[in-house]
């Protein structure tokens, strides 16, 4: 059975990939917004707009359900803690083709999850995650930008964590 099918299947692993969707929406908005809103700020936002809004839920995560909360937690506050670590391992992935100044915001804010829950949550295995954040940038972009994250987490890991 292939991880997306068990993904159809399985409330919980649809419920933790909704929550990484909701994740890079809220980072994108701290990216573009003049305010910073707090991560229980926008948890609480996310919970009010989803709460019992399965077309709210399908229209914001691709799935009707709710995100599993405590991993939409984690990521925000954990990013926000971890950002300057998260910023510089995203600086050593780019070059003169891939510069912040050419990247989308939201690319910015997949990175900046995906990043951050590969070295600083370990709650999921390595291959998941990059599985995991590779998919979630098709639904935003083009085979440029999802080959480009693929390979920016696949270099990250082995370059930290060579023999895992």
Known sequence: MTQTSEKKSNPSLQKKSAARIAAVQAIYERLVSEKQP?????????KKRLA??????????????EPNYPLVTAILEGTKEWQQDIDKRINSALSKDWTRERMSP????????????LFFYKDTKHKILIDEYTTLTSRFFGEAEIGFVNGVLKNLHNQFHAGD
Do not use: H, R, W, Y
């Open 106 to 117: 939201i690319l910015i804010a997949i990175l900046n999850c995906a990043i951050f829950e």
């Open 52 to 65: 019992n809004n399965k077309d709210e839920q399908k229209l914001t995560l691709g799935v009707m359900l």
């Open 38 to 46: 707090s991560p229980e700020a926008q948890i609480a936002a996310l």
